[in-house]
């Protein structure tokens, strides 16, 4: 067991644990949720391709100490095990599901970001006794041409490794890539240089599993759900944003201006308040039951 000091100064456990016969790294913020006393809800989050449990920890902070966060680093992601090479949706599905039940929660909020998005919506869909709400940032329901004009970021080109952190960063950036912080976000020193934990045949073949129709998955759910889009994004169309919200019962829609694809990074703020306001809806007054998706669009309404 480690403590991982992350941004903000926030404290987080990382822990492991056998999954499915892989073992996987998770992060726990340690602050109470549902089952302890007074606490509030507890939130499951699932970060994206290229991403990193560590990712959640400012939400953590903002959503501590009423809210317990545990964040799963996903196959083939940070200090996670890879497996035998599966990188489908249902693999990642499954993963999601077994570790909840390894721990003995659910329902939990579940929260994704892009792919971790599409995961968390389709395991509501096929564990709805694990899932009490969803929110979904910047997770598409189609992710294929021509509704998502390029699904893959083929990344088998990049360095593999580079003498310097920055070295890394200037070789990334000289692909293409306008910011390479995100993906630095896997950066290790290793004995012959800096290099990043995931495997670049592996990411590439986790994307083009994901390219697809996933309309059903997204409507297949019951629970209250909050999709969150940044305006600026270009991976999730905003038209398509509005469509997924309108089509599904019980969804809210928070558009953050000024936000891109990770609008959790790009304000963070904003992010947190959206996240808290659905969790005290979902909570009703006095940690009750949901009460009606007309007040959740409400309350979204009047925080644009």
Request: hydrophobic share 45%; glycine share 12%.
């Amino acid at each position: 067991m480690t403590i991982v000091m992350l941004m903000r100064m926030t404290m987080m456990t990382e822990r492991f644990t056998t999954v499915r016969g892989l073992r996987l790294a998770w992060l726990d913020s340690g602050t109470q949720g549902a089952g302890d006393p007074g606490g509030g809800t507890t939130v499951l989050a699932l970060h994206g391709h290229f991403g990193r449990a560590r990712a959640f920890a400012p939400l953590a902070a903002a959503l501590a100490p009423r809210h317990r966060l545990i964040a799963l680093e996903q196959r083939g992601h940070g200090h996670s095990d890879r497996g035998d090479g599966d990188f489908s949706p249902d693999a990642y599905v499954a993963d999601a599901a077994a570790f909840l039940r390894g721990l003995n929660l659910g329902p939990v909020v579940v929260l994704g970001h892009s792919m971790g998005g599409v995961v968390a919506f389709r395991l509501a869909a096929r564990h709805p006794d694990l899932v009490r709400a969803l929110i979904v940032e910047e997770g598409g329901a189609l992710n294929r041409p021509p509704d998502i004009e390029h699904p893959v970021l083929d990344v088998r080109g990049w360095p593999r490794r580079a003498a310097t952190l920055a070295g890394l960063r200037r070789a990334i950036e000289a692909q293409g890539i306008p910011d390479a912080g995100y993906f630095l976000e896997s950066a290790v020193e290793h004995p012959d240089g800096w290099g990043l934990l995931f495997g670049y045949d592996d990411m590439v073949a986790s994307q083009r599993a994901l390219v697809g129709d996933w309309w059903d998955d997204w409507l297949g759910s019951r629970c209250p759900a909050l999709l969150v889009h940044g305006l600026d994004s270009s991976v999730l169309p905003t038209a398509m944003a509005r469509r997924m919200a309108a089509g599904r019962p019980g969804t809210v829609l928070r558009e953050l201006p000024g936000c891109g694809h990770w609008a959790h990074d790009d304000d963070p703020d904003a992010f947190a308040g959206a996240v808290r306001d659905f969790l005290r809806e979902v909570e009703g007054p006095s940690g009750g039951p949901w009460r009606s998706a007309s007040r959740l669009r409400d309350a979204a309404s009047g925080a644009a």
